[in-house]
């Protein structure tokens, strides 16, 4: 290995391992848990840090590029400052963490040490991870999948039916560019195309509705950039129709749990797994035969006339699918008003055949309160993180959930204007800096560009319809891939300037980022500690609960530990004033107004905790339990 060779790995280490450790975390849920994601942020920090009091990093001192970096670390600084107006500033401080995950990863993908090589290696590491991924869970599911599945749909890795599916579809793209690129090994470009049918049939076992908006998303930023766009049109079409002809077997585990609502049998899963590992070895090996052959054919009259042949059989398919659907719909009118009324029916209505086609569930509800939310606070929002309280006060369903379902209606609604203003201004400018890159690049160099923001935007664009901010594994991934799209080269950069005042006060607001997830990520420990302990010793999870509260004073759940420890040592009145203080900290808190209940029920003082209970019965109206404690039950 060469002295040049070897510094270019060392350059591009930084950036190789946060990606690889993003990757390793899918198999923790996606890192939805705190304990999984802060590690991993401070890290990534830290990395930061480091290069920055270095000087190694190549910042772009005017451009689009410039503008995405300032933009979504602004944004991250105003999530923190959200807490200030929050309900819930323990929430906002959290969803605050996250955010400045997600500005690291963009920073160290788009301006850390690292030559075109190290960039390109990283990518290339990040689709074969996912590859990886999707390649082991096709061996469980072959083996024993019963505990991967979740009412009839593939849930895990990610631990999140539409998360596993967006996670199989970031890949897709890039799959779909390598396997159109004439030139490259006709094994390589067959391995690549079945590595596609494999992903897309694990998606398709997840029956997520929001991949299909992914997929088109990542469809439209892939053929607007790259090369090749009639073959990789013809292979995506291509794989689609192969998931189609098996989709017969591949519904087999959701029409055997009774259309979602129950368990899929292990041997309807098994059956489904062995259709889809048969369909792309025949993917492989038909497709290394047409590749073979579009690799052998020459530049010559004939060839060239195979492209308007080409072009003009893709708009007839397209047309006569077109076609088709307008014939399965009938009265196109009467079929959107069908589905407006499904949308926004309250109840769920069940499909007996594919999930896809169905537009029911609980989102119109939420999208609904969001919107509300909005109109609330519309130019600061509500703070970050902090939709679930308005949820429960002004749901119609009985689901219990935390988050609006749609990062654009998310933001609306805990950012306000300005949040959503400063998301938007980084993401349009990371699309101006992806174009900017993609003309000026060859067109080996323009197809990966276009396969990693198309990577990017499938998580994206399912995003809108979906809470996928909250997996940071899987947001991270479409993350750095948007930063090595728009990185630009090397010669476009200028490192950091040698004055210490700049890189001084970079490093230490870094240094404030790390000790503030540190906090939290420390306070978390505790808080399991105490909940650990509570079982065997009431005063040691008093102490593990008060050191928490210490760390993140903000937060009412170790008040909550602290209460019921007290009361179990028999200090009915210090656990009393334990809730009370939760109760400044979040006055909206159902949760805090029922524990107060639950406290004064066993007191015996049954017209308090009924007034408790009564107070979270208007923060939580639907809550059946809730209703029959305070009486209301029936009314």
Partial sequence: ????????????????????????????????????????????LAVLCALTVAGTFSLPERGPLAVALAAIWIFAAYTMLSAAWAESAADAWEGAARTAFYAALFTLAAAAPADDRGRRLTAAGIVGGVIAVGMATELVLLIDGSN??????????????????????????????????????????????AALVLLLGLAFLTQSRGLLLGLAGGGVASLAI???????????????????????????????????????????????????????????????????????????RAARRLRPVAAAGLVALVAG?????????GDPVSYAGDKWDEFTAVESSASGGTRLGTVSGPRYDIWRVALDQFEEAPLAGAGEGNFHLAYYRERR????????????????????????????????????????????????????????????????????VDWLWLIPALFGLAVLSLGLAAREDDDGFEPLPPRPLPRGAAAVALLIAIVSVGALFMSGLYVRKARQEAFTSPQAALSSARTAERLNPVSVTPLYLQASALETQGSRGAARRALREALELEPGNFVTWGLLGDLET???????????????????????????LSGEAGR
């Fill in 1 to 44: 290995m060469s002295g040049s060779t070897l510094a270019d790995l060392v350059r591009s280490a930084p950036l190789a391992l946060v990606g690889l450790l993003v990757l390793v975390a899918i198999w923790w849920d996606g890192a939805f848990d705190m304990r999984y994601w802060a590690p991993l942020t401070i890290l990534t």
């Fill in 148 to 193: 991967a599945f979740l009412a009839g749909r593939l849930d895990d890795p990610i631990g999140y039916r539409n998360g596993t599916a967006a996670l199989f579809a970031f890949a897709a793209w890039p799959l779909v560019t390598l396997a159109a690129r004439r030139g490259v090994a006709s094994g390589l470009r067959a391995a690549a195309f």
């Fill in 226 to 300: 790259g090369p090749d766009r009639l073959r990789r049109a013809w292979l995506a079409l291509a794989a689609a129709g192969a998931i189609a002809i098996a989709s017969g077997p591949l519904l087999e585990p959701y029409h055997a749990s009774g259309s979602g609502t129950g368990i899929a049998p292990e041997s309807d899963i098994a059956t489904a797994a062995a259709v889809l590992a048969l369909l792309a070895t025949v993917a492989f090996l038909v497709s290394l035969l047409a590749f073979v052959f579009d690799n052998g054919l020459r530049a010559s």
């Fill in 321 to 329: 699918v077109a076609v088709v659907g307008l014939v399965r719909i």
């Fill in 397 to 464: 369903t009985d689901r219990n959930l935390a988050d609006a379902h749609s990062l654009p209606l998310r933001l609306l609604a805990e950012t306000g204007l300005i949040g959503s203003a400063l998301f938007a201004l980084w993401l349009v400018a990371t699309a101006v800096a992806i174009a900017a890159r993609a003309r000026r690049a060859d067109a080996s160099e323009r197809a990966w560009t276009a396969g990693m923001a198309a990577a990017g935007a499938v998580v994206l664009v399912q995003s809108s």
């Fill in 602 to 628: 066993r007191a015996g003082d049954e017209q308090a905790a009924r007034r408790y209970y009564r107070h979270a019965l208007a923060l939580n109206p639907l809550d059946v339990g809730l209703q029959e």
